[in-house]
């Protein structure tokens, strides 16, 4: 069974940081591709950022490109999200996603896994 477990989360003030980590069992975690999105009130689930199976290729969201960075580590199973100059924008519930190709995707639909997501709240 596919298990993803984000944490991380937390309330911080604008400007602040804040590191996401999101661990994968249950499928060997160099043979997917992984994803964040978050979702905030009232709104639709949105793309962050993705990233291919070895690293080499990522993709971000107009609205963070130069504040945040995905990065992965394969010997950990673990992808994070680095999360930098926080807005109040920036405030929803983020979830990690994997995809079975290895190639990195900002299409939601394009994801087979999804964890339950952890709660960013940026504070003015």
């Known amino acids: 069974q596919v298990e993803l477990v984000e944490s991380g989360g937390g309330l911080v003030q604008a400007g602040g940081s804040l590191r996401l980590s999101c661990a994968l069992s249950?499928?060997?975690?160099?043979?997917?591709?992984m994803g964040w999105f978050r979702q905030a009130p009232g709104k639709e689930r949105e793309f962050v950022a993705t990233i291919s199976w070895d690293g080499g290729t990522t993709y971000y969201a107009d609205f963070v490109k130069g504040r945040f960075t995905i990065s992965r580590d394969n010997a950990k199973n673990t992808v994070y999200l680095q999360m930098n100059s926080l807005k109040p924008e920036d405030t929803a519930v983020y979830y990690c996603?994997?995809?079975?190709?290895?190639?990195?995707?900002?299409?939601?639909?394009?994801?087979?896994?999804w964890g339950q997501g952890t709660q960013v709240t940026v504070s003015s």
């Open positions: 996603a994997a995809r079975g190709g290895q190639f990195a995707s900002a299409n939601k639909n394009r994801y087979d896994y």
């Open positions: 249950g499928r060997t975690f160099s043979s997917v591709a």
